[in-house]
Antibody, heavy 119, light 109 residues
Framework: QVQLQESGPGLVKPSQTLSLTCTVS??????????WSWIRQPAGKGLEWIGR???????NYNPSLKSRVTISVDTSQNHFSLRLYSVTAADTAMYYC???????????WGRGTLVTVSS | SVLTQPPSASGTPGQRVTISCSGS????????VYWYQQLPGTAPKLLIY???QRPSGVPDRFSGSKSGTSASLAISGLRSEHEADYFC???????????FGGGTKLTVL
């Protein structure tokens, strides 16, 4: 069964770049027609889709974050990554990575990792 | 949240409870609904996909339905182990990505 695990710094300073990696185990990230997403949830608020990538390299982003986000994939390492630029306190949230079938919500999720933006 | 769920629900052991999820024509009205269970500190677990399908290993006490721009998750034979957060999701044609409900905290009395 596919498992996903987020990793990265838990604390980021304002104006800096948030960088997270999602490592996929239990299968190759390249197998099947799936998209690989990042989703976040600020404390006490709802889930927000950040964006997704295919192993072809094609990606799509939430328009609300598009100007500050890059999602990349490394098939040789079986992982994909998120970079969120110029962060503020409003970017403090639990960040999840997930796998989806084409044009559907996620089937598999990671446990999430808490990222706090603070000086 | 884009999809609307009641913040809480409750029931006694053995009861049947339902959790609603309301959206619009760009999401639930035109696409499948997914339901998840989340326990504290764990990854969301898929309970229902494509509105009414159960993944392998999910017991048939969990069922999903959809009508128009609303959907429901039903849990029958309620047990204490069902105490968790439940949330819905659907693809949104305008966003071109998934949207989510705010989650419902289920308490077993």
């Amino acid at each position: 069964q596919v498992q996903l695990q987020e990793s990265g710094p838990g604390l980021v300073k304002p104006s800096q770049t948030l960088s997270l990696t999602c490592t996929v185990s239990g299968g190759s990230i390249s197998s099947g027609s799936y998209s690989w997403s990042w989703i976040r949830q600020p404390a006490g608020k709802g889930l927000e889709w950040i964006g997704r990538i295919y192993t072809s390299g094609s990606s799509n982003y939430n328009p609300s974050l598009k100007s500050r986000v890059t999602i990349s994939v490394d098939t040789s390492q079986n992982h994909f990554s998120l970079r969120l630029y110029s962060v503020t306190a409003a970017d403090t949230a639990m960040y999840y990575c997930a796998r989806s079938r084409e044009l559907e919500p996620p089937e598999y999720w990671g446990r999430g990792t808490l990222v706090t933006v603070s000086s | 949240s884009v999809l609307t769920q009641p913040p809480s629900a409750s029931g006694t052991p053995g009861q049947r409870v339902t959790i609603s999820c309301s959206g619009s024509s760009s999401n639930i009205g035109n696409n499948f609904v997914y339901w998840y269970q989340q326990l504290p500190g764990t990854a969301p677990k898929l309970l229902i996909y494509r509105s009414n399908q159960r993944p392998s290993g999910v017991p048939d006490r969990f069922s999903g339905s959809k009508s128009g721009t609303s959907a429901s998750l039903a849990i029958s034979g309620l047990r204490s182990e069902h105490e968790a957060d439940y949330f819905c999701a659907a693809w949104d044609d305008i966003l071109s990505g998934p949207v989510f409900g705010g989650g419902t905290k289920l308490t077993v009395l």
